[in-house]
């Protein structure tokens, strides 16, 4: 067991007040730069000389960078209030007035916002960060850091992947969860049944290793395959692992539809069952017979709350899903792996069998065809890219009916795995239900985009300037505090990111500075590749990665690897 005790620091290149150092449940208090002390002194003393010094040191102190003039928000909720922020040595070293201090780059922030880096905690940038390592589509909408891994994928081995990461230089800071799918199929492929003993302590150690490596917790993908095929008992006993190592459980639900109730009581079951904080992912309730059902969801979250358990949830804004193809066909098609696939899908029996139930469920969710389904990238044939399934269906000069419509997405689903689709199947009410409930915060459900690359949801590009421009300056439905909050402490506390999220002394330093009447996201359905507007400055790490507004190149992320 580890012991924890008040440690009084002084440390150099930092100024007085209490923050997290890095390390776990150990408070500092630290003295002005460039003082003299160096040894350990009792609390009355620092305390009583903490205020001499720091108007002591600040005038005359150099820093590496200065942002002076702004409005601060600070990432707790609180109300913004002027002051300049000093950077050095990548952390922030001071907050407040800056006189006759000296920075080697001074930022005028007047008239703009200055804000934590946003902390994008349902992202998935694997593949991504290879080929664009600058991250443009996060950076420019003011993500410094984002929690890769999610519903259920990741990298199986993270110390190596941790290890690329340090090696490629990105331009965001990274952590990642350890995904469930992933384990599975390494420890039993695609099959569709309970694990063996054996298969079961296989993908337990496999999420040791994983957080030993310094995952930030475990996350499940319970519609995809292999993870559907997961009774909860399987996923309590992996989530039980990771919160042995302090993790949390993030989930995509079995169900955002006609089940999402049992979906996210299965969520909180796991949560209470396995000791683990929970973090529902990209919370929606989906298809029209279920819209106004956000109150009884959050209802379910707010009562587990109340029992204690440590739940919170996390939003894309959009009424629009973005998920594969895949999923409008039943997933017992796919047990097995792809060739089981094919083989049932060009049995006619069998495959006229797919049809009539994907049917059935296209009538059960209210819909009278699949044109709520449009393609973003179908890679055998790019024509389609931006096309629904009823337009890609009379291209083919097939009737209008939805079994003709679901003999097209079976072609394609055959033609390759996991074409990417938008689906619009949410209601805006419920979404801002949502937004307004003060446990969940903004994420984007992305992956790092090469601009002008295929048709992704425009939420790789403008989740968070939509939430400032639409809900907060147009709609009035969250107060900005309150939404900056939602993308930066909130976050930080949950994933157990404890040097982010806020500006305070000692924090590293990821900042955004933006333009309160710019702001806005400008990425569209059909025009995604557009990067969001009137973020003018951020720094990663205390480099500037956006200088008016451009994209400087500069790759100075870090891995975040939970200590
Ligand atoms: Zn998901």
């Known amino acids: 067991?580890?012991?924890?005790?008040?440690?009084?620091?002084?440390?150099?290149?930092?100024?007085?007040?209490?923050?997290?150092?890095?390390?776990?449940?150990?408070?500092?208090?630290?003295?002005?730069?460039?003082?003299?002390?160096?040894?350990?002194?009792?609390?009355?003393?620092?305390?009583?000389?903490?205020?001499?010094?720091?108007?002591?040191?600040?005038?005359?102190?150099?820093?590496?960078?200065?942002?002076?003039?702004?409005?601060?928000?600070?990432?707790?909720?609180?109300?913004?209030?002027?002051?300049?922020?000093?950077?050095?040595?990548?952390?922030?070293?001071?907050?407040g007035r800056i006189d006759q201090a000296q920075g080697t780059r001074i930022i005028d922030a007047q008239r703009l916002l200055v804000a934590p880096g946003f902390i994008d905690v349902h992202a998935h940038i694997e593949g991504g960060e290879l080929t664009s390592p600058t991250a443009n589509n996060f950076i420019h909408d003011g993500v410094t850091s984002v929690v890769t891994g999610n519903c259920g994928g990741s990298n199986l081995n993270l110390e190596a992947y941790f290890q690329q990461l340090d090696s490629i230089k990105t331009s965001i800071n990274v952590a990642s969860l350890i995904g469930h799918n992933t384990v599975r199929r390494a420890a039993m492929g695609d099959a569709q049944r309970d694990p063996t003993l054996e298969e079961q302590q296989k993908m337990e150690g496999l999420v040791e290793s994983a957080m030993k490596a310094g995952a930030v917790g475990f996350s499940t993908g319970l519609i995809y395959v292999p993870g559907t095929y997961a009774k909860t008992p399987e996923v309590v006993s992996l989530a039980r692992v990771a919160a042995r190592y302090n993790g949390v459980y993030a989930s995509h639900i079995r169900n955002e539809g006609d089940n999402v109730t049992e979906a996210v009581s299965e969520a909180i079951n796991i949560g209470r069952e396995a000791k683990i904080p929970v973090e529902i992912s990209h919370f929606k309730v989906t298809y029209k017979p279920n819209w106004g059902r956000s109150t009884e969801t959050i209802g379910l979250v707010e009562q587990a709350r109340m029992e204690g358990l440590d739940v919170t949830i996390d939003q894309y804004p959009y009424v629009a899903s973005s998920t594969t193809l895949d999923t409008t066909v039943p997933s017992w098609v796919f047990a097995g792996g792809r060739d089981s696939m094919k083989l049932r899908i060009n049995d006619p029996t069998t495959r006229m069998k797919i049809k009539k139930e994907m049917v059935a469920d296209l009538k059960a969710k209210k819909n009278k065809n699949y044109s709520f389904a449009q393609v973003a990238r179908y890679a055998p044939d790019t024509t389609l890219n931006g096309k629904n399934i009823s337009?890609?269906?009379?291209?083919?000069?097939?009737?209008?009916?939805?079994?003709?419509?679901?003999?097209?997405?079976?072609?394609?689903?055959?033609?390759?795995?996991?074409?990417?689709?938008?689906?619009?199947?949410?209601?805006?009410?419920?979404?801002?239900?949502?937004?307004?409930?003060?446990?969940?915060?903004?994420?984007?459900?992305?992956?790092?985009?090469?601009?002008?690359?295929?048709?992704?949801?425009?939420?790789?590009?403008?989740?968070?300037?939509?939430?400032?421009?639409?809900?907060?300056?147009?709609?009035k439905v969250i107060r900005l505090e309150e939404a900056i909050r939602r993308m930066t402490s909130l976050p930080a506390q949950k994933f157990n990111?404890?040097?982010?999220?806020?500006?305070?002394?000692?924090?590293?330093?990821?900042?955004?500075?933006?333009?309160?009447?710019?702001?806005?996201?400008?990425?569209?359905?059909?025009?995604?590749?557009?990067?969001?507007?009137?973020?003018?400055?951020?720094?990663?790490?205390?480099?500037?990665?956006?200088?008016?507004?451009?994209?400087?190149?500069?790759?100075?992320?870090?891995?975040?690897?939970?200590?």
């Not at 150099?12 to 003082?35: H, L, T, V, W």
Request: hydrophobic share 40%.
């Open 497 to 563: 990111l404890r040097d982010r999220g806020m500006l305070r002394e000692g924090m590293a330093a990821d900042v955004v500075v933006f333009d309160p009447a710019l702001i806005g996201d400008v990425a569209t359905y059909s025009n995604p590749h557009a990067y969001s507007k009137g973020f003018q400055y951020v720094l990663v790490n205390g480099q500037v990665v956006v200088d008016e507004g451009k994209h400087t190149g500069v790759r100075n992320g870090q891995v975040l690897r939970m200590k």
């Open 391 to 475: 337009e890609i269906n009379r291209l083919k000069g097939r009737k209008s009916k939805p079994i003709e419509e679901a003999e097209t997405i079976l072609e394609m689903v055959g033609a390759v795995n996991r074409t990417q689709m938008v689906y619009f199947s949410m209601d805006e009410q419920d979404l801002v239900r949502i937004l307004q409930y003060p446990f969940n915060m903004i994420a984007s459900d992305a992956g790092i985009v090469r601009f002008g690359s295929g048709m992704p949801h425009p939420r790789a590009y403008g989740t968070n300037a939509r939430v400032l421009g639409r809900y907060v300056k147009e709609m």
């Open 1 to 95: 067991m580890q012991s924890f005790r008040l440690n009084i620091n002084l440390r150099p290149r930092s100024s007085n007040g209490i923050y997290f150092n890095g390390e776990k449940n150990k408070i500092a208090f630290g003295s002005c730069a460039d003082c003299l002390f160096s040894k350990k002194m009792n609390m009355r003393i620092v305390l009583t000389l903490g205020l001499f010094f720091v108007w002591g040191c600040v005038a005359g102190q150099s820093f590496d960078l200065i942002i002076k003039n702004g409005r601060i928000i600070d990432g707790t909720g609180n109300s913004w209030y002027y002051g300049d922020v000093g950077v050095t040595g990548g952390k922030i070293a001071f907050i």
